[in-house]
C-alpha cells in the first residue's frame, strides 16, 4: 500500500506528491548504512548525512525540520508501518534497515497531516518480502577506514509463513579527528499469510558507540575542513546508543461486504543514549545548570487499529492510535575533580534527574470516492491529544515539574483529475499541528522553574497542486509539484543562559516553491533520473534572537524576509546509467545545492556546491542459484570542500560540519540460493 493511501495502488495514481525509492537504487547508492546515501533522488526532501553518528541524520521536507539541532522532527518516521517518531515529534532513522528495504516512500504535502502531530512529512521504509530460501554474505570497504559485513538468510516456512534474520557490522574512522564510530544492528522480520490473515513481527536491536567531532567555524571550515574543533578533543566528546525495538502488525480481510478489513499495529522498545557534551567546568558551575553528561532511557510503546469499509465505489477507513513514550532522564557533570583543574570526559556529580512523560491519543478518518471516471475525491481528518509532561526529582536547583496538554484536528481535502491517458492532475490543502517538543517546553523564558507555559504549538495551512506523466509503455515517467505552506507562531530560541535554552514563538512563516522529477528508460541500454527543488522558506514577521551564550534575552534583529535557518533555495539531483549488457552497469551522479543558511540572521551559510559520483556494479550468475553483486564507487569524484549540513543557530558558531572529501568503496555481495 502507498503511504497516506486507504487502498493498494500506484505512486503515479495517488492524488498527493509521493516519491518511492526501490531496493535496487538502494543497493546501488553505498554500503547501505545511512539513508542520506540514495533519497537525493526525492525531490522536496533534504536527508544530509552529517558525517557524525553520535548525531543523526539531518532530514527535512518542504523545509519542515530544518531547525532542528538533533534528531528528527517535523517528519513522521515509519519502518513496516510502525512508528519510528515519539509523541513530542521527535525521531531518529539510525535503525532503519536499508539493507532489508523492498523500498523507501517519501509522502511530501497536505496528505502527511494525518499522519498526526509533527508530520510536515512522512518518510516509511518496507521490507521485503520472502520469495525464495536464500543466504546473503556482504563485505564492504572504503576510505577513511569503513568496513562492513553483513550476513543475512531468508526462507518461506510452509504453510504461509515466512523468515527473514540479518546482522552487520559497520566501523568507519572518519575523516576528521575524533569521529570514529561503530554501528552494530540485527534484524527479525516473521510474516505469516493466510487465507485472510496477514500477520507481520518485526524485531530489532541496534548498538552504536560514536565520537562527535563538533561543527566547526566558519574561519575554521575555510582553512581545513577535515579538522576537529579543539573542544572535541578536550572534552572527549562522544556519545553511545542501544535500541530494542519489536512490532507486530495483523491485517484480516473479511471479503466482499460492508466491512472489508482491519489491522492492528501494536509495538514496544527501549533507547537508551548517553552523551558528552563540550561544556566548560566553569560553565557548569552555575547552580542551574544540567551538568555535561545526557544520560537517559527510554520505553516507549503504541497502538494503532483500523477498520476499512466499502461505500459502494467509495473506500473509508477509521481508526484510532495511542502512542507514549516516558524518559528517565539525567544529566551530570562531564568532569571530577574541581572547577580550576578539571579532569573533562568522565561522568562526575549528578545535577539533572528527572522523569519526561509524552502521550499522544488520536481518532483519524479518510475516504476515497470516485466521483466520475476522471476525477477521485480524497479527503480525510485526523484529531488528536499530546500529554507532555516532568516530574523533577532533583530540587536543589529548582523544581522543574510540569505539565502541557495541547489538542489539535487536521482536516485534509484532495481531487484527482485524470487528464487522459498518462496524464493525472492533483489537488489538496490541509492544516497541519506541530507541538513543542519536551526539550522545548522544559525551561522557562524567565529562568524560574516549571514548563514554559507560554510557548503554542506551530499550525500550518498547506496547498499544492501537481501533474504526474507516465509513458505509454509506463517506462519513464515524470512528476511536477507548486506548493505553498503559512505557519503561525514558528517555534525559535528565547534564551540560553546558565546551561538552560528556552523557546518562544516567533511569529509566521512562509514555505513556497516547486518540485520537479523524472525517471526511467530513455533508450535499451541507457537509464536516467533527476530531482529539482525549488524553495523559499522565509520568516513573514521580524524578532529578535540571541547573540551567543549567554543569552538572558535576544537583542539581534531578525528582519521579515530572512531565510529559516537550515533551509537553501534549491537542490538537484541527476543520474544518467548505462547498461551495455546484461549484469553491468556504468553511471555518473551529480548533486548540486545552493548555500544552506545556518543562522535566523542569515550572516552565515554553508556556500553552495555541486559533486560529481562514478558507480560500476557487475552481477554474476555463478552457477545454479549462486550470485555475486560487486560494486565500485568514488563519490565526490572531484574531491570537492564542502559543508553537507550545518548545526541551526549554533550559540558557540561552530556552525559548519563538512562533507565527506573524495572517497572509494568496493562491496562484494554473495547470494545464495539453499
Not at 578533543?233 to 471479503?255: N, P, S
Not at 574541581?338 to 568522565?346: D, E, H, N
Request: glycine letters at 10%; one cysteine or more; hydrophobic letters at 40%.
Amino acid at each position: 500500500m502507498i503511504t497516506g493511501s486507504v487502498t493498494e495502488r500506484a505512486a503515479f495514481d495517488a492524488p498527493y506528491a509521493i516519491g518511492v525509492v526501490d531496493a535496487q537504487a538502494l543497493r546501488a547508492a553505498g554500503p547501505m548504512a545511512n539513508l542520506s546515501e540514495a533519497m537525493a533522488r526525492v525531490p522536496g526532501l533534504v536527508v544530509a548525512n552529517r558525517y557524525n553518528y553520535a548525531q543523526d541524520l539531518q532530514i527535512s521536507t518542504r523545509g519542515f525540520g530544518a531547525r532542528a539541532g538533533f534528531g528528527v522532527r517535523g517528519v513522521r518516521l515509519y519502518t513496516d508501518g510502525i512508528p519510528a517518531s515519539m509523541p513530542d515529534g521527535q525521531g531518529q532513522v539510525s535503525h532503519f534497515d536499508l539493507a532489508g528495504a523492498q523500498r523507501i516512500e517519501v509522502l511530501r504535502g497536505p496528505f502527511s497531516v494525518l499522519y498526526g502531530n509533527g508530520s510536515g512529512g512522512v518518510i516509511a521504509a518496507f521490507s521485503a518480502p520472502v520469495r525464495e530460501r536464500r543466504f546473503e554474505t556482504a563485505l564492504d570497504i572504503g576510505d577513511f577506514g569503513l568496513r562492513q559485513w553483513r550476513v543475512g538468510a531468508q526462507a518461506p516456512l510452509g504453510d504461509g509463513l515466512e523468515a527473514r534474520v540479518a546482522a552487520s557490522d559497520l566501523e568507519w574512522d572518519g575523516f576528521r579527528p575524533q569521529s570514529a564510530a561503530r554501528k552494530t544492528s540485527v534484524n527479525l522480520r516473521l510474516a505469516w499469510q493466510g487465507a485472510h490473515d496477514r500477520v507481520l513481527v518485526a524485531a530489532g536491536a541496534l548498538d552504536q558507540p560514536a565520537d562527535d567531532p563538533l561543527g566547526l567555524t566558519r574561519a575554521q571550515f575555510d582553512a581545513d575542513p577535515a579538522q576537529t574543533t579543539p573542544q572535541a578533543t578536550q572534552f572527549d566528546t562522544r556519545k553511545t546508543l542501544q535500541q530494542q525495538q519489536l512490532g507486530v502488525r495483523w491485517v484480516h480481510r473479511f471479503g466482499d461486504g460492508f466491512l472489508a478489513e482491519s489491522a492492528l499495529t501494536a509495538y514496544a522498545g527501549e533507547r537508551a543514549v548517553r552523551q558528552f557534551l563540550a561544556i566548560a567546568a566553569a560553565t557548569q558551575s552555575n547552580a542551574r545548570h544540567g551538568g555535561g553528561v545526557i544520560d537517559f532511557d527510554r520505553r516507549y510503546d503504541g497502538l494503532d487499529a483500523r477498520l476499512t469499509w466499502r461505500l459502494g465505489a467509495a473506500t473509508l477507513v477509521t481508526g484510532a492510535a495511542l502512542e507514549r513514550q516516558a524518559d528517565d532522564r539525567r544529566g551530570s557533570l562531564n568532569y571530577t575533580g574541581t572547577v580550576a583543574a578539571p579532569t573533562y570526559g568522565v561522568i562526575g556529580a549528578l545535577r539533572r534527574d528527572e522523569t519526561n512523560r509524552a502521550t499522544s491519543r488520536d481518532l483519524y478518518a479518510q475516504l476515497e470516492a470516485p466521483l466520475t471516471e476522471a476525477f477521485t475525491l480524497a479527503g480525510g481528518v485526523r484529531r488528536g491529544r499530546v500529554e507532555l509532561a516532568a516530574t523533577d526529582r532533583y530540587l536543589s536547583n529548582g523544581d522543574d515539574s510540569g505539565r502541557r496538554d495541547f489538542s489539535y484536528t487536521n482536516p485534509v481535502l484532495g481531487l484527482r483529475w485524470q487528464l487522459g491517458r498518462g496524464f493525472n492532475l492533483h489537488a489538496s490543502v490541509a492544516r497541519g499541528f506541530e507541538s513543542p517538543t519536551l526539550g522545548e517546553l522544559a525551561y522557562r523564558t524567565d529562568g524560574t522553574g516549571g514548563f514554559n507555559t507560554t510557548l503554542l504549538p506551530q499550525k500550518s495551512r498547506q496547498a499544492e497542486v501537481g501533474l504526474k506523466w507516465k509513458r505509454a509503455d509506463g517506462a519513464l515517467s515524470a512528476d511536477a509539484t507548486l506548493f505553498r505552506i503559512t505557519v503561525d507562531d514558528e517555534i525559535g530560541v528565547a534564551t540560553n543562559a546558565g546551561g538552560r535554552q528556552s523557546f518562544r514563538n516567533v511569529g509566521r512563516t512562509l514555505r513556497e516553491g516547486a518540485e520537479f522529477s523524472l525517471g526511467g528508460q530513455l533508450a535499451r541500454d541507457w537509464r536516467a533520473a533527476a530531482a529539482v527543488t525549488l524553495l523559499d522558506a522565509t520568516y513573514r514577521d521580524a524578532f529578535l534572537a540571541c547573540a551567543g551564550i549567554p543569552c538572558t534575552a535576544p537583542t539581534v534583529p531578525v528582519a521579515a524576509g530572512n531565510r529559516i535557518a537550515g533551509t537553501q533555495r534549491g537542490l538537484a539531483f541527476a543520474e544518467l546509467a548505462w547498461t551495455p549488457r546484461a549484469g553491468t552497469e556504468l553511471a555518473l551522479e551529480a548533486r548540486a545545492a545552493s548555500a544552506l543558511t545556518a543562522n535566523d540572521t542569515n550572516s552565515e551559510a554553508a556556500p553552495r556546491y555541486h559533486l560529481w559520483a562514478l558507480r560500476a556494479s557487475q552481477r554474476y550468475a555463478l552457477s545454479q542459484g549462486l550470485t555475486l553483486e560487486l560494486l565500485a564507487r568514488l563519490d565526490n569524484a572531484a574531491d570537492r570542500a564542502y559543508a553537507g549540513s550545518v548545526i541551526v543557530n549554533d550559540a558557540n558558531g561552530r556552525f559548519y560540519e563538512p562533507g565527506s572529501p573524495r572517497a572509494w568503496l568496493l562491496s562484494v555481495r554473495l547470494s545464495s540460493a539453499f
